[in-house]
Structure formats: structure tokens, C-alpha cells
Nanobody, 123 residues
Framework: VQLVESGGGLVQPGESLRLSCESSRSIVSFDTISWYRQAPGNQRELVASMSTRGGSTDYVDSVKGRFTISSDNAKNTVYLHMNSLKSEDTAVYFC?????????????????WGQGTQVTVSS
């Protein structure tokens, strides 16, 4: 499975960006897809996540009302729409997908990461 992010770049505070995460596999084959970010010197932080089948979403408090996670199943792509960007949003953004499989009585978690895309918010 490959997850390929794109759409990062340099923007000024208050501007918008849309990140894309294209999957080599059907989006609905995963249980959840999320966006994480990591700024220099910081731990990787969960930004937004969505259940691929139920459609429920969740966001870290710092981006609520500004970021939206969505998907286009026909394109096997998940998006992160980022509005009103702030300097503290500067980070490398990663796409992360999870699916679970059953073997007998055991469940196995499979995790997939993209390579990341840089978002820099600066005047």
C-alpha cells in the first residue's frame, strides 16, 4: 500500500491550502484515515481523522473550525482543507491509514504512512 501526499507549500498567515493523500488501494478498505503533523523538535501530532465507512470525523482542538478532512472515494484520495492558516500550523503533514484483519481469534492492526508534505506558514 502506498500513500502519497501532495499540496504542501509556503503560504502567508490567513491563507488556505488543500493537502491530498492518494492511496494505491481503495479508501474504504481502510478503517480510518488520518492526518498527522510534525514540527521540528515536536512529537508527531494527530490533526484530523475520519472513519472511511461511517464518515465520522474528529479534529485536534487547535484546528477545529479551520481544517476539514474529506475524501473522494472514486479517486482513492483523502483531503485536508486548511483555512486561516497560522504560523503554528507549520509542520510536515503525514497521511496515516489503518486497517484490521482477523485470523482465527486474533485481530491484527496494519498501519500505513505517507512520506509527508511540508507546510510552511510565514509572512
Amino acid at each position: 500500500v502506498q500513500l502519497v501526499e501532495s499540496g504542501g507549500g509556503l503560504v502567508q498567515p490567513g491563507e488556505s491550502l488543500r493537502l491530498s493523500c492518494e492511496s494505491s488501494r481503495s479508501i474504504v478498505s481502510f478503517d480510518t484515515i488520518s492526518w498527522y503533523r510534525q514540527a521540528p523538535g515536536n512529537q508527531r501530532e494527530l490533526v484530523a481523522s475520519m472513519s472511511t465507512r461511517g464518515g465520522s470525523t474528529d479534529y485536534v482542538d487547535s484546528v477545529k473550525g479551520r481544517f476539514t478532512i474529506s475524501s473522494d472515494n472514486a479517486k482513492n484520495t483523502v483531503y485536508l482543507h486548511m483555512n486561516s492558516l497560522k504560523s503554528e500550523d507549520t509542520a510536515v503533514y503525514f497521511c496515516y491509514a489503518v486497517d484490521w484483519t482477523n485470523k482465527g481469534w486474533q485481530r491484527y492492526k496494519h498501519e500505513y504512512w505517507g512520506q509527508g508534505t511540508q507546510v510552511t506558514v510565514s509572512s
